[in-house]
């Protein structure tokens, strides 16, 4: 059973920096796509970063050169270092997996970023 667990969330402020991890359990990790999501109340979730089986690595525009995904296939864990933190980065963070053909997500980690 493919399993996903979020870590790492918490509260900081703007400026600051967190990072989050995702363990996997169930699948042979480093062989899929993994991404990292966030989602507002009354938002959409929307698209973070991804990490591809040969690790290129993608980010969206709003957080380019500020987050890094990353991944340590031993430990099973998916990261996402997240520097120079706005309140617009605030949300709840999931990791997203694409298990053969299938999509799972985990239940998500809180971030919170005050001014």
């Known amino acids: 059973q493919v399993q996903l667990v979020e870590s790492g969330g918490g509260s900081v402020q703007a400026g600051g920096s967190l990072r989050l991890s995702c363990t996997g359990s169930?699948?042979?990790?480093?062989?899929?796509?993994m991404y990292w999501y966030r989602q507002v109340p009354g938002k959409e979730r929307e698209f973070v970063c991804e990490?591809?089986?040969?690790?290129?690595?993608r980010c969206a525009d709003s957080v380019n050169g500020r987050f890094v995904i990353s991944r340590d296939i031993e430990k099973k864990t998916m990261f996402l270092r997240m520097d120079k933190l706005t309140p617009d980065d605030t949300g709840i963070y999931y990791c997203?997996?694409?298990?053969?053909?299938?999509?799972?997500w985990g239940h998500g980690t809180q971030v919170t970023v005050s001014e």
């Open positions: 990490i591809t089986s040969l690790d290129g690595t």
């Open positions: 997203r997996g694409d298990v053969d053909m299938r999509t799972y």
């Open positions: 169930g699948f042979r990790f480093g062989w899929y796509i």
